[in-house]
């Protein structure tokens, strides 16, 4: 069974994700907040979308959402708690429920505080987590809605289990920016120091328009394993390491 994920650059910086069973043609397709690119690679893939879903309610990861429902006559599933804020909202989810995507099951883990509804999407068999604005690669997002504790559990406990060899899939290309904060976090740390270097050459390649960005720019898939070693949100001993971190963060 291969599950075949496409990576649509969308916005500035945003990755919304086209992911197919390839053995019946089923797809869905995960953060979108621009619907056009997303009609251009169903069309190319030949694929029928059959569920959209959101990992959070922030627009820039669901702003497309009704217009794909519209096309496709697909449900919205995003966490149970948004059904007023998400876009297109039709099926709430929530820790420990399963989607699936033809042949493929997704979990849905709620890992909140970037926003109280956050949930990711881990399809186990593909070795695929869809993180959203929680996890990135050698960074997390803003704790807008939760607190430290909150953050601690989703990313040092929860995603932090996962197997090494899970592919990370987050909404946004900011693994550079990252690595240059994660360097100062860890100065001694040489697996950040090397992937510095590895995706600064990646990202020396990037287009003007991230629109037209290629896969060979994308730094994205990171894996858990490589979050482990060079993410030091993940890598926080406790939740209140991990409150000092991203304090520091904010204001870097
Ligand atoms: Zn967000």
Redesign the pocket.
């Known amino acids: 069974m291969t599950l075949d994920i496409e990576r649509i650059p969308t916005l500035g910086d945003n990755y919304t994700y086209l992911v197919v069973c390839t053995e019946s043609g089923e797809a869905a397709v995960i953060d979108a907040p621009e619907a056009e690119p997303v009609f251009a690679a169903v069309e190319r893939k030949g694929c029928r979308v059959t569920k959209i879903l959101s990992t959070?309610h922030?627009p820039?990861?669901s702003a497309a959402n009704p217009a794909l429902a519209e096309r496709y006559g697909a449900p919205v599933l995003a966490h149970v708690s948004d059904a007023e804020r998400v876009p297109g909202f039709t099926l709430g989810v929530d820790e420990g429920d399963t989607v699936k995507v033809g042949q493929h099951v997704a979990r849905v883990l709620f890992i909140p505080s970037?926003?109280l509804g956050h949930i990711a999407y881990v399809f186990d068999e593909g070795k695929a987590l869809f993180s959203?604005?929680m996890l990135f690669a050698a960074g997390c997002?803003r704790m807008?809605e939760g607190d430290a504790n909150m953050m601690y559990d989703a990313l040092c406990k929860k995603l932090s289990a996962l197997p090494d060899d899970m592919q990370v899939f987050c909404?946004h290309e900011y693994t550079e920016s990252n690595l240059l904060f994660a360097i100062t976090a860890e100065p001694d740390n040489l697996d950040i120091k090397n992937k510095l270097e590895r995706v600064r050459a990646i990202r020396a390649k990037a287009a003007d328009d991230w629109h037209d960005a290629s896969p060979d720019e994308m730094t994205i898939p990171s894996t858990i394993g490589e979050e482990r070693t060079t993410n030091p949100f993940m890598r926080a001993r406790d939740s209140e390491e991990l409150g000092r971190i991203r304090l520091a963060k904010d204001s870097f």
């Open positions: 959070h922030h820039d990861h970037h926003t959203g604005d997002g807008f909404g």
